[in-house]
């Protein structure tokens, strides 16, 4: 079953706009991280959140995370066609530390 | 250092076939995992091994079944195969047990198509 939600389920923006997807999950979690995967092939991890960090920057990624709310989100600032892909949360952790659990992603379109 | 690799890249087989996938992983890690993707979701766990054995099963029937070899290659096996289990399957190594609480490093994958 999934764990994560990402919203939207598609997002459109041009070239150099932010783009921001956000993620919600259902359990206690270690960490979440953020995965892209182009063309349906083979996953890239982008970042990664432990529970006790509120936010994290990796170039031009900045990622949140609201225990509280059980929720994430994932900005990609000054995007570039190059950033068109499919962008997953994962979580782990709550009681299971062998395994990711995947959203259903947010496929990202930047249009030149 | 070479990625983690798959093979096949892509696999078209028949219902009620068998079918063995294959994956190696970053030089040094000893931790494989197994995800099935069908088009349009996020990929589901199936299987973690770390030194040679099971440590982890997902929420699928008795005809999935993988092992990990002496050098930490894995084999992942469906029988009887159903045309619901087309769908991208993705191996990840990590070097740690735990395997989940640093990235993991994903294969391109094996495209199966069951027809």
């Known amino acids: 079953s999934q764990q994560g939600e990402e919203d939207p389920q598609a997002l459109s923006i041009q070239e150099g706009e932010n783009a921001t997807m956000n993620c919600s999950y259902k359990?206690?979690?270690?960490?979440l991280q953020w995965y892209r995967q182009n063309s349906g092939r083979g996953l890239v991890h982008l970042i990664l959140?432990?529970?006790?960090?509120r936010e994290k920057h990796s170039g031009r990624l900045r990622v949140t995370l609201d225990t509280s709310k059980k929720s994430s989100s994932l900005l990609i600032t000054a995007s570039r066609a190059a950033d068109t892909a499919s962008y997953f949360c994962?979580?782990?952790?709550?009681?299971?530390?062998?395994?990711?659990?995947f959203g259903k992603g947010t496929l990202l379109t930047v249009n030149p | 250092d070479a990625g983690v690799t798959q093979s096949p890249t892509h696999l078209i087989k028949t219902r009620g076939q068998h079918v063995t996938l294959r994956c190696s992983p970053i030089?040094?890690?000893?931790?494989v995992s197994w995800y099935q993707q069908v088009l349009g979701q996020g990929p589901q766990f199936i299987f973690q091994?770390?030194?040679?054995?099971?440590?982890g099963r997902g929420n699928f029937p008795d005809r999935f079944s993988a092992r990990q070899f002496p050098n930490y290659s894995s084999e992942l096996n469906v029988n009887a195969l159903l045309l619901g289990d087309s769908a991208l399957y993705l191996c990840?190594?990590?070097?740690?047990?735990?395997?989940?609480?640093?990235?993991?490093?994903f294969g391109q994958g094996t495209r199966l198509t069951v027809v």
């Open positions: 091994y770390y030194e040679k054995e099971e440590r």
């Open positions: 959140i432990r529970s006790n960090e």
């Open positions: 990840a190594s990590s070097p740690f047990r735990g395997g989940v609480n640093t990235e993991a490093f």
């Open positions: 994962a979580t782990a952790g709550g009681g299971s530390n062998y395994k990711l659990t």
């Open positions: 030089s040094g890690h000893k931790s």
């Open positions: 359990t206690s979690i270690n960490n």
